[in-house]
Structures are given as C-alpha cells and as structure tokens.
C-alpha cells in the first residue's frame, strides 16, 4: 500500500491593520493577509455535556501511561454531539506578492510562537495552507491510512473512546480510527468545506455509523471542556502559524488523562537520491512558501517541545518514515510532485510571492518524473509523532 498526504489544516482570524503602502496586515503577526476570500463558514458544537456523561478513569499499564479509559457512559451516534451555529469567516485577501524573499518571517524555532491578537480570537481566516486542495493533493491525503500514518497510536485505542481528528482532510486516517473505537462516536473537523464533503462521503462508502465530519477551526473548537478521550492530528501543526495554541486547544477539549496524538513531518531531513539540483531548489521554494505563510517546514524536530509548551504531560517521541524505492511507490510519489510542482496551491503561492516562475516549476516537475524512472531512485519522508496526556 502506498503512504501519502498530509492533514489538512485550521486557521485563525487577526484583527486587519494598514501597511504604509495600503497593503492590510494582521495585527500581531504583521503578515499581509493571503488565501481564499471570506465566505460564510457553518461552525458546530462538537460536544454537548448533557447529551453525553463520561467518567473517566485511569487505565491500568496495559493501556500505557496516561491514557484514560471511558466508562459509564451513554454512547451517541456523532451527529447528535453538536448543533450548528452561522458565523462570518474573516475578510481574508487573495494572495500577494512578497516584496522579497527577505520579507518572508525568520523560520520559527522550539521556542517561539508567533503572536497572537489582543483579543485572542482565530479562526479561519488568516492561515493559509501551502498545499490547498488541488487534485493532485487530495488524491495523496486519500491514500492515508490509520496503519501507513498512524500506527503509534493503534494500541492506545479502546473500542467506546471518544475521538476528534483534528484537520482530517478527506477523513481517510479518520474513518479508520472509528472503526477501531466503534461504537464510540468519531468526529473530524477541517477549515476546507470542499474536502469535508470528499470525507462524508467517504464514510457513507465506508458503511460505519459513528464518524461524521464539519468545518471547524483547531484554534476554537466548538466542543465543551473535557469532552473527548483522544484527540489525533496528523501533518497538521506544521501548516499552522501558532502550533502551541491548537495544541493548547485540543488539551481544552481532552478528559483528564486524555491522550493527544500528533504526527508531523520534517522537510529539512528528508532524504533523496540520487542528487539533482532540481529537487535541491524544490526544497529551497517549499521553505521560502512555508515560511512566508508562517508555517513550519520542519516541524518534526520542534513537535516535542511544542506539546510539553502546550502543557500536556507524558511526552513521548517516537519517528517513521515513509520510503518511496520500490517502482509502484515512486511512480505513485513523483507522479503527485510532478504534478503539485505546477499546479498546486504551493506553486501557485511561489510564482505570487516572487521565489519562483512557472519556467522554474516545471523543471522541478522534470526532475521528480525523472526521478520516478531511475531504478535506483528513492525518496525518505521522515515523521516524528508524540503522544501525551492532558493533566489531570
């Protein structure tokens, strides 16, 4: 089976401030607003306490530290957890051009997070994911499975559990998860309306009753404290500008003893040969974009200590990799990037800040189809994942 995609993402609003030369900026990151244009975003409670009674207790050793067995409780069916509620996204501006590679944010480290407005408020309108959801990228999410993605987390999971997944893209990772915790109630939420209903989908195919899915925003989940067993985010964190403020969210809404889940991927380890100068100035771009969006290329290395800042307790660290060697799965990985290169919102974002031309894109396209065709070729994504436990 061929590994592939990356979680989508969740974003937060800045109140707009004015540039010197009229372009608008968020308050507090002074970034130039880029991405979609607003539009109406239906948002949900994702949780009702007294629709659901949980007791949590401790589990014994088998179960691995810190994760919190369910008991007591009334299971029901997902779409019952919630009500919606119409709120207006942000007026968010399409893309600009960046005056200069210079004008890109310094690339954040383990200590750092980017500043939030004074009033605290996020959601999705300020963010803006490198990939999008061209094609090409959903078809690489859509090949994401719980075991190719999230095998760390398998043998924490306990049938009855209740789990948010958060940035679930087309609910692949999601739908898999739900059958491990069936009967308890699954819910993933993304900012992008169009690949939540390519995830509804996908689980009316799948046949299960417990996993629904709605728009929603990782920095302000509509869900009460203390309202889920698990929370799982995979390839999320690193789109994000403020990774320990969605992290801080998801403890909001974990049981005591709750386990978080997070994977992340790290572009600055990745590993390829044979060497081509192509691919080099691919990863080069793939940075200046990340960066100028406020996202974190490399995010892997940072994931530890992003949770411990969070305040989740019972840090562990554990890496995987995907490797693309065999002739299926390098076909399968430089196909996507072939086609990504030129024609995703990544290439897009590169050609609109000033880092790159259409001429230069597609000769990175050429590099990952000649890539493809090399027997000797192959391609190592590398990923560190983390499971920690909110306080009790």
């Given at each position: 089976m061929v590994p592939g995609g990356y979680g989508g993402t969740t974003a937060h609003r800045r109140a707009g401030g004015q540039r010197g030369d009229g372009r608008v900026l968020c308050n507090g990151c002074s970034r130039t607003r880029s991405g979609p244009e607003g539009s109406s975003l239906q948002r949900y409670h994702l949780c009702a306490a007294d629709r659901l009674a949980v007791t949590a207790v401790p589990t014994g050793p088998e179960d691995g530290p810190g994760l919190a067995r369910t008991a007591s409780r009334s299971v029901?069916?997902?779409?019952?957890?919630?009500?919606?509620?119409?709120m207006s996204d942000s007026h968010a501006e399409p893309g600009e051009v960046a005056d200069d590679p210079a004008d890109a944010p310094a690339e954040r480290d383990a200590g750092t997070r980017h500043a939030s407005s004074a009033t605290g408020r996020r959601d999705a309108g300020c963010e803006v994911y490198t990939h999008g959801h061209h094609p090409s990228v959903v078809r690489g999410h859509s090949w994401r499975t719980a075991e190719n993605s999230a095998e760390y987390l398998l043998d924490h999971l306990r049938p009855g559990q209740r789990l948010l997944d958060l940035g679930c893209g087309p609910g692949t990772i999601t739908i898999d998860l739900a059958a491990r915790v069936a009967p308890g109630p699954v819910v993933g939420i993304d900012a992008a309306a169009g690949v939540i209903n390519t995830a509804t989908a996908n689980a009316a195919t799948s046949g299960l009753t417990n996993v629904v899915f709605a728009t929603g925003d990782g920095y302000s989940i509509d869900a009460a404290d203390a309202c889920f067993d698990v929370v799982h985010a995979h390839q999320v964190l690193q789109h994000l500008s403020d990774p320990i403020a969605a992290l801080e969210e998801a403890r909001r809404v974990l049981v005591p003893?709750?386990?978080?889940?997070?994977?992340?991927?790290?572009?600055?380890?990745f590993v390829w040969s044979p060497?081509?100068?192509r691919l080099d100035r691919w990863m080069q771009l793939y940075h200046h974009v990340t960066r100028r969006n406020g996202a974190q290329a490399d995010a892997g290395r940072w994931l530890p200590a992003w949770v411990r800042q969070a305040g989740f307790a019972d840090v562990r660290t554990t890496s995987s990799n995907w490797t693309f060697a065999d002739p299926d799965s390098r076909q399968w990985w430089g196909s996507q990037w072939q086609e990504r290169a030129t024609a995703s919102a990544f290439a897009e974002q590169a050609v609109a800040y000033g880092f790159s031309t259409e001429t230069e894109l597609a000769d990175i396209a050429a590099a990952f189809e000649q890539w493809a065709g090399d027997p000797d070729a192959m391609f190592v994504v590398v990923h560190v994942e983390v499971l920690a436990t909110a306080p009790s």
């Open positions: 029901a069916h997902p779409a019952s957890l919630w009500q919606p509620r119409v003893g709750g386990l978080l889940a997070v994977r992340e991927s790290d572009y600055g380890a060497d081509d100068v």
